[in-house]
């Protein structure tokens, strides 16, 4: 299967490297930098949660999860530590490569209604957009480039309630095709890293029956 992955992404113009287990994931990750890795959960040597959690220490990488599991509990983990999309065996390789293709055509940061300006301010929280760095009482937040593109979003208008579609346009692109609830899963995330209760959230508010909002801040 990664055999075969490797060669639909050459084939579209890509260059891949391919290996087989956890451990040479990382070592792989480490020496050639990719701008996107294809992991899958079930891997020997370091399975695909705990490759992810390690290459979120070094790399920016977007990251594509691949289970053989049709389990909502495998798929959640495995985006709560830092992966951007996941596909469930069986698949076709083409889907995957336009997937791909698709994350490439994404904006290194989110689109807005209104242009976003450099620095945002949300009470305690202060964004730089175009550095794409975030910091907490004037402490730096280590932030994916997934949750800081929600977050950019929404401190980009704040007040305004975004539908789980808006974010997954603004973030993944209209063209994105796959489970709108993966959004409540970076959220959840980020809201971990902001230090934020989900039930007296500060930065990040759920709207009832719509989606979410950047809260003043206290």
Do not use: N
């Not at 701008?35 to 979120?56: A, H, K, S, T, W």
């Not at 994404?106 to 760095?133: F, I």
């Not at 993966?182 to 759920?206: E, I, Q």
Request: hydrophobic fraction near 40%; charge should be negative; glycine fraction near 10%.
């Amino acid at each position: 299967m990664a055999t075969l992955i490797g060669s639909y992404l050459e084939r579209a113009g890509m260059e891949a490297h391919v290996v087989h287990d956890g451990p040479a994931g990382l070592e792989a990750a480490r020496s050639v930098d990719p701008d996107v890795v294809v992991l899958d959960l079930g891997l020997p040597g370091l399975d695909g949660i705990e490759v992810c959690r390690q290459l979120r220490t070094f790399s920016d990488a977007y990251v594509v999860m691949v289970t053989a599991r049709d389990d909502e509990v495998d798929t959640l983990i495995g985006l709560s530590v830092g992966a951007d999309d996941y596909l469930t065996k069986p698949f076709s390789p083409r889907e995957l490569v336009a997937r791909i293709q698709v994350m490439f055509r994404r904006p290194r940061r989110a689109t807005h209604p209104e242009p976003t300006p450099q620095a945002v301010t949300v009470g305690r929280l202060a964004l730089d957009t175009l550095g794409r760095e975030v910091w907490l009482d004037d402490e730096p937040v280590a932030l994916t480039r997934t949750e800081f593109d929600i977050v950019a979003l929404l401190a980009g208008t704040p007040r305004m309630a975004f539908s789980r579609r808006q974010i997954v346009e603004a973030v993944w692109g209209p063209t994105w095709v796959g489970d709108e609830h993966l959004v409540d899963v970076h959220v959840g995330h980020l809201r971990r890293k902001l230090g934020d209760d989900a039930a007296d959230p500060v930065f990040v508010r759920t709207v009832r029956g719509i989606g979410y909002r950047m809260g003043p801040g206290r």
